[in-house]
């Protein structure tokens, strides 16, 4: 992952952490700067347990939303495109 990339990761997933403290997802580190690798977890027993004993790929959408954001659903710094 390129820097800046893990800098936009960073935030998005700082704010993503936030709102889920002490659930389902957390980090190693757990605050992480911009120059480090990630380890993200995820408790797949907790939320709605949809992922409870699945053994593939997972994958996540990042991005934020920013005062340039047009609207709740406008994110900006989104890396890569979904799906690909």
């Not at 935030?11 to 120059?35: D, K």
Request: proline share 4%; with cysteine; glycine share 10%.
């Amino acid at each position: 992952m390129k820097p800046k990339q893990r800098g936009y990761f960073l935030v998005a997933f700082t704010f993503f952490y936030s709102l889920c403290f002490g659930q389902v997802v957390w980090t190693e580190p757990a605050f992480a700067s911009q120059a480090d690798d990630i380890v993200l977890y995820f408790d797949a027993s907790q939320g709605n347990g949809a992922l409870t004993g699945y053994a593939g790929d997972v994958y996540a959408h990042t991005g934020v939303i920013t005062s340039a954001s047009t609207s709740p659903t406008d994110w900006q710094h989104v890396q890569g495109n979904w799906g690909v």
